[in-house]
C-alpha cells in the first residue's frame, strides 16, 4: 500500500472556482510535507513545505494545511485559473534519510 | 530557487540500442542527485541514488547493469538505459540536492523516452 494516498484522483473546476485536494500518510516518523505543481511533461516545482509543527502554509492562491495528529493534508485552490490545470503531488519526507514517499497526484483540470 | 536541467528533454529509439540522459545542476554543486521514473498517472518511483565520486545505490527491483548512473562531477550526472525495451519507454526524472540530507530536492524539467 503507498505511504501516501491523494484524492479525489482527478476532478474537473471551472474558472475562477475553488477546490481542494487532500492527502493522507503513513510516513513515520514525519519530518515534512510538500505539495509540488506537476505540469504534464514537465518536472515538480514545490509550491509549499510544512514541518510538524505548521497547521497552514500559503503561496499566492495556494494554502496547504496539516493535520500532523491524523496525518492528513490538503491544498486549496482559491479562485483557479487555466494555468492551474496540471497534477498537484503530495510527497511526505521521513524525519532522518532523504527518502520521499510520493503520492500519485490529483490531477486538475480548469475549464473555462 | 536552484535549477537543475536534463537533456535531452525527449528521445525516441530503436529496441536494443542505448540512451543516455543528462542531469546538471546550473547554479549549485549537487553531492547527491536522485533518478525517478513515472509512468502515465503514477508516482515518482525513484530507481537510484547518486553520490559525487562514489557507485550509485539502486532500488530494488532496479537492474543496476540496465541502467547506469555516472556522478563523475558535482553538476552533471548521467543516467544511461542499456539495451532499451519498449517496457522502459517513461518519464525519467532527476533531482538533485546541494549538500547530503538537505531538505530541498530541486527537479529537472524530466526526459520522455519512447522505445520502439
Known amino acids: 500500500k503507498n505511504q501516501v494516498e491523494q484524492s479525489p484522483q482527478s476532478l474537473i473546476i471551472l474558472e475562477g472556482k475553488n477546490c481542494t485536494l487532500q492527502?493522507?500518510?503513513?510516513?513515520?516518523?514525519?519530518?515534512?510535507l510538500r505539495w509540488y505543481k506537476q505540469d504534464t511533461g514537465r518536472g515538480p516545482v514545490s509550491l509549499t513545505i510544512?514541518?510538524?509543527?505548521?497547521n497552514t502554509k500559503s503561496n499566492g492562491r495556494y494554502t496547504a494545511t496539516l493535520d500532523a495528529d491524523t496525518k492528513q493534508s490538503s491544498l486549496h485552490i482559491t479562485a483557479s485559473q487555466l494555468s492551474d490545470s496540471a497534477s498537484y503531488i503530495c510527497?511526505?519526507?521521513?524525519?532522518?534519510?532523504?527518502?520521499?514517499?510520493f503520492g500519485k497526484g490529483n490531477q486538475v483540470v480548469v475549464i473555462p | 530557487g536552484a535549477v537543475v536541467s536534463q537533456h535531452p528533454s525527449w528521445v525516441i529509439c530503436k529496441s536494443g540500442t542505448s540512451v543516455k540522459i543528462e542531469c546538471r545542476s546550473l547554479?549549485?554543486?549537487?553531492?547527491?542527485m536522485f533518478w525517478y521514473r513515472q509512468f502515465p498517472k503514477q508516482s515518482l518511483m525513484l530507481m537510484a541514488t547518486s553520490n559525487e565520486g562514489s557507485k550509485a545505490t539502486y532500488e530494488q527491483g532496479v537492474e543496476k547493469d540496465k541502467f547506469l548512473i555516472n556522478h563523475a562531477s558535482l553538476t552533471l550526472s548521467t543516467l544511461t538505459v542499456t539495451s532499451a525495451h519498449p517496457e522502459d519507454s517513461s518519464f525519467y526524472i532527476c533531482?538533485?540536492?546541494?549538500?547530503?540530507?538537505?531538505?530541498?530536492?530541486?527537479f529537472g524539467p524530466g526526459t520522455r523516452l519512447l522505445v520502439l
Open positions: 510544512m514541518t510538524f509543527s505548521e
Open positions: 492527502c493522507n500518510y503513513t510516513v513515520s516518523p514525519f519530518s515534512n
Open positions: 547554479d549549485f554543486q549537487a553531492t547527491t
Open positions: 533531482s538533485a540536492v546541494s549538500v547530503p540530507m538537505e531538505e530541498t530536492q530541486y
Open positions: 510527497v511526505v519526507r521521513a524525519y532522518g534519510n532523504n527518502r520521499l514517499a
